[in-house]
């Protein structure tokens, strides 16, 4: 008989706290939106959005099982790095990690490319969540895998 399981968990997620570089358009990497003029229509909202939000946003990771085979859905589209680390810490069984699965934090990187700023790292609509989210997002899925 074929095992068939899934699990889901809910989980509290911090933005990125704001910054004068971050909301005047001057941090790292802000120069990919063009022209000041993205940052006067777009980040006044969204840093109300944040404030409103407390600084914080809840998200949902489910996994669902059948047999050796498992797939995970994150509310985001992570980095590459993120997905191998859930697919290999699921070894033996085989792992697919599917991004925008029950909502869209937007683009997640792994900490470690922050720093280096880069499209997806820099602040803004398309990401503003805290460094660490990413982490903890694997971590919700391999609990949930166990």
Not at 76 to 85: D, K, P, R, S
Not at 112 to 122: D, I, S, V
Request: glycine share 12%; aromatic share 8%; charged share 25%.
């Amino acid at each position: 008989p074929k095992r068939l399981g899934g699990r889901t968990r809910r989980m509290e997620l911090s933005y990125r706290a704001l910054t004068d570089d971050q909301l005047n358009g001057t941090a790292r990497g802000a120069q990919r939106f063009g022209s000041k003029g993205y940052y006067d229509r777009k980040i006044p909202e969204l840093a109300g959005v944040i404030r409103e939000a407390g600084g914080k946003t809840t998200a949902e990771v489910l996994v669902l099982s059948l047999d050796d085979l498992v797939f995970v859905g994150l509310p985001a589209e992570t980095f590459v790095e993120i997905g191998l680390q859930i697919k290999e810490a699921a070894h033996p069984r085989r792992a697919w990690v599917a991004a925008y699965a029950n909502g869209m934090l937007g683009y997640i990187p792994h900490a470690e490319a922050f720093p280096r700023g880069g499209y997806e790292a820099t602040f803004g609509p398309p990401s503003c969540m805290a460094p660490d989210v990413g982490a903890r997002l694997a971590e919700a899925a391999l609990e949930l895998l166990r």
